[in-house]
């Protein structure tokens, strides 16, 4: 008897009906409002602007990878920092979140679909709209002026062209993208969970998502009020931000900031949710400290919100208020800690199965590590004094997002893609992409760390010999090339998975969350019945429920 047969037949509380299937062909999938596809539409685009994000990067890694380089010239390499930059922030970690959220929350809570789905599909419509309008900034004049945007960089009349016109359409349209997926997920989860769902039957995954929806409702703001700021001073003789005027470009870093730092949370929080999900899975223990984990994620999410002049150390702001900014800052690290105490808490004498989504999962709670202590050192202002704009800056950034956010999106990407399509990823592929991510991953950053304390800036195209950077940068460059090599074996699993993995099955993982007990793919009515939920591992509870029943019919069968 399985799973599925148990969740049918133990006293439903709730019948959904079906509904007919979606369009096939390429109407359907531009017409639906399944969150199933528009999840995969989600993650599809995402990850062809991710390989674009990584192309553009590979590039100035190897413009620096040896000496006065002139591969690339300065106003090219700008332009090139700055769509790797936007790419990778705007068009990736951010909405990659979107795509696993619309797929797996309304399945892991017990809904039909997101409470909104018309709305659900403008806002993907609204993030392609946004990337296609960047990138094809590339056939005018893309943008030079760093994925901040910092004025008077962004509004001097020196800036030509339209590509910074681009960027500010790109961050309203992802911008109103991510504002109308937060209100979509913020009300799915708050009014569609399942019977018996209370709030701490949650899944720990949808609480991270609602603690980003959030802070993205309250951040988004700020951002949109700059970037229109910065568009009228461009076009239309306002003068918010430009100092030969009277303007402030100090302001323009406070609302920027005010949205940035809280960003970094808004891109990292889901990729919490998703590892304390995973981490008990192939453990086969529960959480530890569901409660404190929970707690934790809205505690990084309202301290994430005080904390955004750390960024302006070096502008001209009071010691006094720096001090403030360093001790909040400072403050982050507790519930952070409180999360990486439980993660280790939970794999501590579990019986350990060693699957792809977990050396991920593992990977991303080692390095985010690391980059959380950098933070730390980056909180105090006398040492951001001398590390400010250095390459001990780009590392810090890359050890919290690409180590933080891309290792929990592969973990998230190999835990869910049987439950998406139906079919395994490759263990072989899975292992060998982990070990060459993770360890170009640490060639490439572990050495900017030393870069930066030596002396080399961010933000530049070329150096001298004589500046002595030149070995590092090569391992660095080498690094690169692994970390991409990496990646594109991930994408090569993925795509070969599609057609020839193995067949996956309801619950491959023996999980614990109600994503998994329908068929995978799920039909596009998600359930046919559901069960009281009565425990914060909803499958597990239908695992004991099968075993119990099948037990004595088994004895008969002995006897």
């Known amino acids: 008897m399985s799973a599925t047969d148990a969740g049918a037949t133990a006293r439903p ?25 528009i999840g995969i ?31 690339i010239p300065p106003e090219r390499y700008n332009a090139l920092m700055t769509m790797h930059g936007t790419t990778m922030i705007f068009l990736f970690v951010v909405p990659v979140w979107a795509g696993f959220a619309n797929y797996v929350v309304p399945l892991m809570i017990g809904a039909r679909d997101m409470a909104f789905p018309r709305l659900n599909a403008l806002s993907f419509w609204l993030l392609a709209a946004g ?20 004025t008077p960089l962004s509004t001097g009349d020196y800036i030509p062209g339209s590509g910074q016109d681009a960027w500010i359409f790109l961050v309203h349209l992802t911008g109103l993208s991510s504002l109308l997926g937060a209100i979509n997920l913020l009300v799915t989860i708050v009014n569609m969970r399942a019977p018996g769902m209370s709030w701490g039957r949650l899944p720990l995954f949808c609480w991270s998502v609602l603690a980003q929806s959030i802070m993205l409702i ?12 910065q568009l009228t001073d461009r076009h239309f003789g306002t003068c918010f931000f430009e100092p030969s005027c009277g303007g402030d470009s100090v302001l323009y870093q406070h609302l920027f900031w005010f949205f940035g730092h809280p960003e970094v949370y808004i891109m990292i929080l889901p990729a919490f949710g998703a590892i304390s999900e995973i981490l008990p899975v192939f453990a086969r223990k529960p959480i530890f400290g569901y409660k404190a984990i929970a707690a934790s994620t809205f505690g990084i999410a309202f301290i994430s919100m005080l904390v955004w002049a750390h960024h302006m150390f070096t502008a001209p702001v009071g010691i006094a208020v720096m001090i403030v900014f360093m001790v909040s800052s400072m403050l982050v690290a507790i519930p952070t ?11 501590w004498r579990g019986s350990i199965v060693f699957r792809t989504p977990l050396y991920f999962a593992v990977g991303f709670l080692a390095l985010f590590t690391f980059g959380g202590i950098t933070g730390v050192m980056l909180a105090i202002f006398p040492f951001n004094w001398q590390a400010h704009d250095s390459y001990f800056v780009v590392g810090h950034f890359h050890y919290v997002l690409v180590a933080g956010s891309v290792n929990g ?6 835990y869910w893609y049987p ?27 572990l050495v900017q760390h030393s870069l930066g304390l030596s002396g080399m800036p961010r933000r530049i195209s070329h150096y001298p010999a004589e500046a002595g950077w030149g070995t ?9 090339l692994l970390l991409g090599i990496g990646v594109v074996v991930t994408v090569y699993n993925a795509i070969r998975s599609r057609r020839h993995g193995r067949r996956a099955g309801n619950d491959p993982w023996h999980a614990n969350t109600l994503e998994w007990l329908p068929p995978s793919p799920p039909p596009a009515h998600n359930f046919d019945v559901l069960p009281r939920v009565r425990s914060v591992t909803p499958m597990r509870d239908i695992r004991a429920t099968v075993a119990a029943r099948d037990a004595p019919r088994a004895d008969r069968q002995r006897a």
């Open 131 to 150: 990337g296609l309008t960047f990138y094809g900034s590339l056939f005018f004049s893309p943008p030079e002026a760093g994925w901040t945007s910092y």
């Open 13 to 37: 509380e709730i019948v959904v009906h079906g509904r007919s299937e979606q369009p096939r062909g390429w109407l359907g999938w531009i017409a639906t409002t399944d969150h199933k596809r």
């Open 472 to 480: 590092m940068n090569l391992i660095s460059t080498v690094g690169s």
């Open 337 to 347: 800690g409180v999360k990486v105490l439980n993660w280790v808490a939970t794999l």
């Open 41 to 71: 539409l989600y993650l599809v685009a995402t990850f062809v602007f991710f390989l674009l994000g990584g192309v553009e990067a590979l590039l100035m890694r190897i413009q620096l990878g040896a000496p006065d380089a002139t591969l």
């Open 419 to 445: 439950k998406i399509t139906g079919r395994m990823m490759s263990e072989t592929l899975g292992k060998l992409s982990f070990w060459l991510t993770f360890i170009g991953f640490n060639m490439t950053f």
């Open 218 to 229: 309250l951040a988004l703001p700020a951002i949109a009020a700059a970037v229109t700021m």
């Open 409 to 414: 999106i592969f973990a998230a990407l190999y």
